[in-house]
């Protein structure tokens, strides 16, 4: 089992930047990968960055260049750095990760953190 707690939004201008944390605990040696996903407004919940086990980043095309996924792993942690943020980066993100184990896979997921960008 995973637990994961995150922390960081709030509310920006423009162009501003923010950092969002998601603290995991339990069996975080088990994550194969972890994420960030964004909920607009009316809208589904997408991803917007992840990282694997071995380091492997990914991001949406609409943050490349501006959003960075890292992870510390003496704290258990996992970070998004987000520049240059946009009125449409508004939203509430989430912290997920999986696990697969005996071909099974399961998703563990933050409570979410909501993020504002003022124009």
């Known amino acids: 089992q995973v637990q994961l707690v995150e922390s960081g939004g709030g509310l920006v201008q423009a162009g501003g930047s923010l950092r969002l944390s998601c603290a995991a605990s339990g069996s975080i040696f088990s994550i194969a990968a972890m994420g960030w996903y964004r909920q607009a407004p009316g809208k589904q919940r997408d991803v917007v960055a992840s990282?694997?086990?071995?380091?492997?980043?990914n991001y949406a095309d609409s943050v490349k260049g501006r959003f960075t996924i890292s992870r510390d792993n003496a704290k258990n942690t996992v970070y998004l750095q987000m520049n240059s943020l946009k009125p449409e980066d508004t939203g509430v993100y989430y912290c997920?990760?999986?696990?697969?184990?005996?071909?099974?896979?399961?998703?563990?997921w933050g409570q979410g953190t909501q993020v504002t960008v003022s124009s």
């Open positions: 990282i694997s086990s071995g380091g492997i980043t």
């Open positions: 997920n990760g999986f696990t697969i184990r005996y071909g099974v896979r399961s998703d563990y």
